[in-house]
């Protein structure tokens, strides 16, 4: 298998602010990662896919600037939501494929007050 | 595009109970098939998996059969415990570079 660390788990910021996520792949390396985004009682939604020493690959909808993504190592991958408002209130889940598998992090719960 | 369907729930079924929860699946070409599971507070765990038709996944009691000619994944179980009460997703990845396809989930309440 693979282990994904995120951190943080949970994190609660003002409106306006920025936050920083990240995912590591402790014992693979990741030429690719995938970001999603899980809403309350609903499925994961596949955000971004963020490519090593290139630009992240954006779903549809998913504005990029607001949501930054930098894979600057083959173990890391960051996700920064930018001017945070409440309604980017959701739990944040990074994955690393590896073969047909797909390996997640913890998740971070983020709350925009 | 690739999509995920699956029973909606809550589903609410007492221990020892027999489970089915149904899954069926749009894609191109062959995809590889996931179940994975949510418990309160915890990220996705991966249950079990089939990466081409007629492969049966396994773990924990549970089994999914990857069914070609009628699109479905339906997972199985069958004597379920309350403590397999949980959020369970399927999914789906068409390709090695692709990220995964998920139903809505199904939420799974096991009563004593």
């Known amino acids: 298998g693979a282990v994904v660390s995120q951190h943080p788990s949970w994190v609660i910021c003002k409106s306006g602010t920025s936050v920083k996520i990240e995912c590591r792949s402790l014992?693979?390396?990741?030429?690719?990662m995938f970001w999603y985004r899980q809403f309350p009682k609903q499925s994961l939604m596949l955000m971004a896919t963020s490519n090593e020493g290139s630009k992240a690959t954006y779903e549809q909808g998913v504005e990029k600037d607001k949501f930054l993504i930098n894979h600057a190592s083959l173990t890391l991958s960051t996700l920064t939501v930018t001017s945070a408002h409440p309604e980017d209130s959701s739990f944040y889940i990074c994955s690393v494929p590896k073969g047909t598998e797909a390996f997640f992090g913890q998740g971070t719960r983020l709350t925009v007050v | 595009g690739d999509s995920v369907t699956q029973m909606e729930g809550p589903v609410t079924l007492s221990e020892e109970a027999f489970l089915t929860i149904n899954c069926t699946y749009t894609a191109t070409g062959y995809p590889s098939l996931f179940w994975y599971v949510q418990y309160p507070g915890e990220g996705l765990q991966l249950l079990l998996k089939a990466t081409k038709a007629d492969d049966k996944g396994s773990n924990k009691g549970f089994e999914a059969t990857y069914r070609k000619e009628t699109t479905s994944f339906h997972l199985e179980k069958g004597s379920v415990q309350v403590s397999d009460s949980a959020v369970y997703f399927c999914?789906?990845?068409?390709?090695?570079?692709?990220?995964?396809?998920f139903g809505k989930g199904t939420h799974l309440i096991i009563q004593p």
């Open positions: 999914a789906l990845r068409g390709g090695g570079a692709d990220g995964l396809t």
């Open positions: 014992d693979f390396q990741a030429t690719t």
